[in-house]
Structure formats: structure tokens, C-alpha cells
């Protein structure tokens, strides 16, 4: 099972819905870690130090961000993108997945978009 790091502005009401479902997750919070208020480059540094893979809202900076780690070359055990509007039912099928199936460096250099897009 992959860990996973929260960024700051993530929703606690999915997090928590997925530790319901899922207790035994590996999960650290930029909060646990000392870093609120950190900037995006930041928090992907800690993730890619911790080996964890960082569940965010912000498509905006974040991914950004993270694909020019991986430009660089840079450590970045991936990004899960989650859409802050998207049913709820929908990203937690979609989290669970993820976090039940992938191997641990299945998410290596990229960024996931969830919900994935249903037909």
C-alpha cells in the first residue's frame, strides 16, 4: 500500500472518509510535518524525502510544480490531483483504488487526476 502526504488545503472530510474505510492507511499531513503556510516546492521536497505520495486540490500551482521536478530529474513519488467538486462516492472509488492497488512506485514522476473520467 502506497503512503500518502495531505496537502494543506485538502479536504479533512475525504481524508477522513477514506481512513474509515481504510485504517491501516500510511498517511502524514503537512501539518504533522511542520510545514503550514509551506510553499508548494516545499511540501513536494517532504513528500519525495518521506516517499509519499501528496493528495491535493491545487491543480493549479501543485502539478505544476511537481512536473518540473520531474523535468529536473528530481525524486517525486507522484501527485493524486483530487477535483474538490467531484461527487463524493466518485473519489473515494477512485482514492481507494488507488491506495489498495497501486505498487509503490507505480505513481513515480507523475501526476493523477481523480475522479478519473467515466464513460
Not at 511540501?43 to 505520495?53: H, I, K, N, S, T
Not at 463524493?88 to 481523480?114: N, P, Q, S, T
Request: net charge negative; with cysteine; glycine share 6%.
Amino acid at each position: 500500500m502506497i503512503a500518502l502526504a495531505i496537502d494543506e488545503n485538502f479536504d479533512h472530510h475525504i481524508l477522513r472518509a477514506l481512513l474509515r474505510r481504510v485504517p491501516t492507511l500510511d498517511v502524514r499531513t503537512v501539518f504533522d510535518a511542520g510545514l503550514k503556510g509551506a510553499d508548494d516546492p516545499t511540501v513536494l521536497a517532504w513528500a519525495a524525502r518521506e516517499g509519499r505520495v501528496l493528495l491535493t486540490h491545487d491543480v493549479r500551482t501543485m502539478t505544476r510544480f511537481a512536473y518540473e521536478r520531474i523535468a529536473r530529474g528530481e525524486p517525486m513519488p507522484g501527485v493524486i490531483e483530487v477535483r474538490a467538486r467531484a461527487p463524493m462516492g466518485e473519489i473515494l472509488d477512485d482514492l481507494l483504488l488507488i491506495v489498495e492497488c497501486a505498487l509503490h512506485d507505480e505513481l513515480r514522476d507523475r501526476v493523477v487526476y481523480v475522479p478519473q473520467r467515466r464513460s
